[in-house]
């Protein structure tokens, strides 16, 4: 009997045959649904009549999307929603990280840990935490502020009676950026922590040296520094905050609450595919909010760029 002959594979091959196990997965779950969403896009489509429904339309989805009012309700929603919570984490964490990074030597990976936990934590377990401590009648929130109400002066927190957190539509976003800001803090604390420890000690030893304080080592010396990763957790922040999609949905329900007070954009995607089964104009807001997202992106580069005469 002759022997089988076996396939063997060029020694070129090889690089790729290891890889391709990503490449497919990325290829299946990667681009193939931006591609078709892209398609969809241009096309109307009901998904229960199948494949075969599609009508090519043009632009006629972009031009929905553009005159729609919630539409344009969502995006000012989302933009209110992710400065609320995204400025006042940096504003947070860099002092917070340069605190932990001076005071904490033996104890700082727990402290840090600590911070870090409400990011690996489930969204659907924060933000059902979060619903029993915005509780109208038996809230900690508001029991918190009813104490303090106590106190001469400071009456006006409640005005007399307690806080209706996810009913009433002025409360909702303030609730929701409170949720987003707690959850998201303490990943930026892990990042300019990590930056902090790159800097050079030598700097804060000629700092001292020539009589710098602890402020003026922290304002010349730790901010300029730490302007590299600023600009990478501000990108974060602006992605994510435009994204935003689990806290509200789970706080306040897929429509929104009150007034649609807390439907972000990524929201009434959901609801314009799923409810209302219009899957190209929900394909065409994802990319007008990808562009949104491109174009924030692009000013917060330009934001962090280096100026100077090598600018």
């Known amino acids: 009997m002759t022997p089988r002959r076996r396939l ?30 892209l398609y969809l896009a241009f096309q109307t489509w009901e998904p229960t009549a199948g494949l075969a429904s599609m009508k090519f339309v043009g632009l006629e989805n972009f031009a929905f999307a553009l005159h729609d ?10 933009g209110w929603l992710a400065l609320a919570s995204g400025v006042p984490q940096h504003l947070v964490a860099i002092p917070l990280a340069y605190f932990i990074h001076t005071s904490f030597k033996q104890l700082r990976n727990g402290v840090v840990g600590a911070y870090f936990l409400p990011y690996i934590t489930s969204t659907v377990a924060i933000s059902m935490m979060f619903s029993t401590l915005f509780s109208t009648d038996y809230g900690l929130i508001n029991l918190c502020l009813a104490e303090l109400a106590k106190v001469p002066g400071l009456d006006w927190l409640t005005g007399g009676q307690p806080v209706d957190w996810l009913n009433k539509a002025e409360n909702i976003k303030p609730a929701i950026s409170l949720v987003v800001f707690w959850r998201y803090v303490g990943f930026n604390v892990v990042l300019y922590l990590a930056a902090l420890q790159t800097i050079p000690k030598d700097l804060y ?3 001292t040296m020539d009589g710098a304080g602890r402020f003026q080592q922290f304002w010349f010396i730790t901010l300029p520094s730490l302007r590299p990763m600023i600009y990478f957790g501000v990108t974060l922040s602006v992605i994510g905050g435009l994204q935003l999609f689990e806290e509200p949905f789970i706080l306040v329900g897929a429509r929104g609450g009150t ?13 314009t595919a799923f409810e209302f089964n219009d899957f190209g104009a929900a394909s065409a807001m994802s990319w007008l909010l990808f562009a949104f997202v491109a174009v924030l992106t692009w000013l917060t580069n330009r934001a962090f760029k280096p100026r100077g005469p090598s600018a």
Do not use: C, H
């Not at 009012?69 to 989302?78: A, G, I, P, V």
């Not at 007034?259 to 609801?271: H, I, K, L, P």
């Open 205 to 207: 030893e000629a700092a």
């Open 259 to 271: 007034d649609q007070s807390g439907m972000t954009t990524a929201m009434y995607m959901y609801r």
């Open 8 to 37: 063997r594979l060029p020694p070129a091959w090889a690089p790729y045959v290891f890889i391709s196990p990503f490449l497919i997965l990325f290829a299946v779950f990667g681009v193939f649904p931006l591609s078709f969403s």
């Open 69 to 78: 009012e919630w539409f344009w309700k969502s995006l000012s929603n989302t």
